[in-house]
């Protein structure tokens, strides 16, 4: 037990991916073995959204206590629009509605930082204020209307190669190459370092303002990036398709094996929560839990995880 | 003969240690009803420790501790002392500074509640103040983070010794002189002898070694986390108290460092810093390759002027030019310097990160080459460069702490009084180290409150109340100047 312990310190990340098979394994006995690789497909698909801003919100949960990014949900909703309206329908202005919803997320990032560091606002408080703006200014630009992607747009996000979502074989890339930032860059290990001790870090010679900048850049650019992948993916924008972002990517995070005390992250840990997570739900639907009762377990469960993947155990 | 007396206090075969150091070793002390105890030992020998087990903020690893012949059971702490009377101290001050000194009087009295509690407490303290510092100048309901810091010890002696439903027996003072200046000292001192007089029980650790001899009825010398003598305070002279502690540092050690010949001024300046709080434009001057000391009490400023000088790096303002980069060794260790997440080799890469950087990427066979090259090179204990810092002792994450500062980039090393809990052979080889890094053209600027080590120094400034209020050179540095700097009221050396 304690040997078993040890090594999930060591790798906090195979947790989330036993308890991502263990839930698949329960819903296939039910079935009788009936839907189980559309399952992982589905899985993959809807895990791919939750990874792409779960990292996202790693980096921000990392820099330390108090910091997290509450503006996820509206800035997906209004990347989202953006890229849409931009796009028009017309698969010639794909680029150009990408390149727009990715601005828009800096746009909300350098809002949120500048919140933290000029008005020198709790990043709490700052992400979740400068949320309701930028959700008034999606409803104020799209005017609730729904725009269709365009169709090559809608068949890449869409598209599968045996079973296997190409928009998941893209954010495992991603997720590859921002562990590798996580490990093995200035700034990754700036932000590592801010999380453990702001003050040590700066003493140590760390551009802190530097890493929590780009940190809360790169978190809103990708709920950006998430928002006109969603919109592409479900045949068009809408206000509300942010609202389940805000928890689950805190929840990710956690399961994934992050320190919520911050300075230690995790990328695979992300990936194996956001299956973990949808697979839950997907197991609940399939033995007929009521809606109470799945919100219920959801929690529960959440919590159970979170306990035995040790949640932050005093270093000393 | 001392078993003779009454015991207030008797501790047995106390032992306690910190991961891999041994701080005590069965360890026996007693105060008798009536006494007065001086506790004398280096730094590091186990006095703060010792005193830690007795006021009850440490519980030891093994030992019996008896208070007034009753044994104590195993959740002996704060609140069992202080309810038997045993009052403490603290080296490091224990008020709370957004409270006023009426407030902090409170938190030890309980029974003063109601309508007026304020009232009573200031009242309490105030009287207090006036018995043991006769014109203190401390008005009870001052913030007591607006005091200085020697009217903050007074508040916190005067503190201890204030009584409302439980009688005062043994009051614990640990170094309570280091920052009271003279004439407050002389009356704290006078003030304990009637309080003993009267049947209290007193004890008292000073470095001052005079106030040991002259206020104690008897002496217990510690060395190494052990006692080593214990005799009645007329026994003793200045000499054989200091062969008692043992002499650490041999002469033969001090007279190579005092051989080193000071180099002043022979170098382009490349750190001129005047202090925020300085009245006149007296400033922090460092040329290339120099060692320049920062002396005076704690906590008068060295380390906001080293910050003050670390903020200001690779820049020229009005009050401080710093040219060229700088790295800090952190004196204090949890709060300043360790990343407690990170293997020693990260922690000792994160000042060099950039100069690591192949192709965009961090080169993980060059930062595990620089963490073992200075493993070497300074001999920090660990078979593995890639665990964790915690794993190492004290000493040896002070070491790696040298080490980040040293195998990076920097020309000006700043060192925020970087040796507490380094052990002597230790301090030593850092010593060498700094001297031989300093004659190959690096700047140190090292505040110590060891004055020993100013030895070390081309040039040294003792600081007080934020001001430089001396400036000596190496040629004219004795401990008599240094101390009389640091206490001198008004007025620049």
């Not at chain 2, 080293?306 to 903020?311: N, S, T």
């Not at chain 2, 800090?328 to 990343?339: C, H, I, K, N, S």
């Not at chain 2, 090259?373 to 994450?397: A, C, F, H, M, Y």
Request: charged residues 20%; aromatic residues 6%; proline residues 3%.
């Amino acid at each position: 037990m304690n040997a078993l312990a040890a090594r999930l310190g060591n790798k906090p990340w195979l947790l989330s991916f036993a308890g991502a098979f263990a839930v698949w394994l329960a819903t296939i006995l039910f079935t009788e073995g009936k839907g189980g690789g559309e399952m992982i497909t589905a899985a993959l698909s809807f895990a791919t959204f939750t990874v792409i801003v779960g990292i996202g919100q790693m980096f921000v949960i990392t820099t330390g206590p108090g910091n997290v990014d509450l503006s996820i949900p509206s800035t997906i909703a209004l990347a989202g629009g953006v890229a849409m309206k931009i796009m028009g329908g017309q698969d010639s202005l794909i680029w150009f509605g990408l390149l727009a919803c990715i601005g828009a997320g800096l746009a909300v990032g350098a809002f949120n930082y500048a919140l933290i560091r000029l008005l020198k606002i709790p990043p709490i408080i700052a992400t979740l204020s400068s949320s309701l703006i930028v959700m008034s200014v999606a409803i104020s630009y799209g005017r609730g209307l729904q725009i269709k992607p365009p169709p090559s747009f809608a068949d890449f996000t869409t598209a599968q190669i045996s079973g296997v979502p190409v928009l998941s074989i893209c954010a495992i890339l991603f997720a590859i190459a921002m562990a590798i930032i996580l490990e093995r860059t200035i700034y990754g290990r700036a932000t590592l370092a801010i999380g453990q001790n702001v003050r040590v870090a700066h003493l140590a010679g760390v551009k802190v303002e530097r890493a929590r900048c780009i940190t809360y850049l790169m978190s809103a650019a990708f709920a950006g990036l998430c928002g006109a992948l969603l919109a592409g993916f479900s045949g068009g924008n809408a206000l509300n398709m942010g609202e389940e972002y805000l928890l689950a990517t805190i929840a990710v995070v956690v399961i994934g094996g992050t320190s919520v005390a911050g300075g230690r992250a995790n990328v695979p840990g992300i990936w194996g929560a956001a299956l973990f997570l949808y697979l839950l739900v997907t197991m609940l639907n399939t033995y007929g839990a009521s809606a109470g009762i799945r919100l219920v377990l959801t929690g529960l469960i959440i919590i159970a995880m979170i306990t035995l993947a040790g949640g932050d155990k005093p270093s000393r | 003969m001392l078993q003779a007396t009454e015991k207030i206090v008797s501790l047995s075969g106390m032992t306690k240690s910190f991961g891999a150091v041994r701080a005590l070793a069965n360890v026996d002390l007693a105060v008798g009803v009536g006494e007065c105890l001086g506790l004398v030992g280096h730094n590091g020998a186990g006095k703060s420790t010792l005193i830690n087990l007795l006021a009850g903020t440490l519980a030891p690893d093994g030992g019996e501790i008896r208070v007034s012949g009753v044994a104590q059971a195993a959740d002996y702490g704060v609140r069992r002392a202080g309810a038997l009377g045993i009052r403490c101290v603290f080296q490091e001050l224990s008020l709370c500074p957004n409270l006023s000194v009426a407030e902090n009087t409170r938190i030890y009295h309980k029974s003063l509640r109601g309508w007026g509690w304020r009232r009573n407490a200031a009242e309490l303290v105030r009287r207090k103040l006036d018995e043991v510092f006769p014109g203190h100048g401390i008005p009870p309901h001052a913030t007591v983070g607006d005091l200085l810091i020697g009217q903050r010890q007074m508040v916190e002696v005067a503190r201890a010794f204030t009584v409302t439903d439980s009688p005062t027996r043994l009051v614990i003072l640990d170094e309570p002189t280091s920052s009271l200046d003279a004439v407050a000292g002389k009356q704290l001192l006078t003030y304990v002898r009637r309080f003993v007089k009267e049947g209290g029980s007193c004890l008292l650790t000073s470095h001052l070694l005079g106030d040991i001899l002259d206020y104690c009825d008897r002496i217990v010398v510690m060395k190494d986390g052990g006692v080593v003598a214990d005799r009645s305070a007329v026994e003793f002279d200045r000499e054989s108290l200091v062969a008692a502690m043992g002499n650490v540092i041999s002469e033969a050690r001090i007279k190579a460092h005092e051989h080193v010949t000071a180099q002043r001024g022979e170098t382009p300046v490349v750190v001129r810093a005047v202090p925020k709080q300085q009245s006149d434009q007296t400033a922090l001057v460092a040329h290339k390759g120099e060692i320049i000391g920062l002396a005076g009490l704690a906590g008068h400023g060295q380390t906001r002027l080293l910050l003050q000088i670390y903020e200001a790096a690779g820049k020229t303002r009005a009050d401080t030019s710093v040219s060229g980069p700088v790295a800090l060794v952190a004196g204090d260790r949890q709060t300043d310097g360790v990343l407690h997440l990170w293997s020693i080799a990260r922690n000792i890469s994160v000042r060099s990160m950039r100069a690591l950087v192949k192709g965009g990427l961090i080169d993980r066979d060059a930062e595990s080459a620089l963490a073992k090259k200075w493993r070497e090179r300074i001999r920090i204990k660990t078979p593995d460069v890639e665990n964790n810092i915690l794993s190492l002792s004290g000493g040896n994450q002070q070491k790696v702490l040298f080490a980040r500062a040293l195998g990076s980039d920097a020309g000006i090393i700043l060192m925020d009084d970087p040796m507490r809990g380094v052990d002597v052979g230790t301090k030593l080889e850092v010593y060498e180290l700094i001297r031989a890094e300093a004659e190959a053209g690096r700047t140190f600027i090292w505040y110590t409150t060891e004055i020993e080590e100013l030895n070390n120094c081309d040039h040294v400034y003792v600081m007080r109340d934020g001001q430089i209020v001396a400036d000596v050179a190496r040629a004219d540095l004795t401990e008599e100047k240094v101390l009389q700097a640091s206490f001198r009221e008004g007025g620049r050396a």
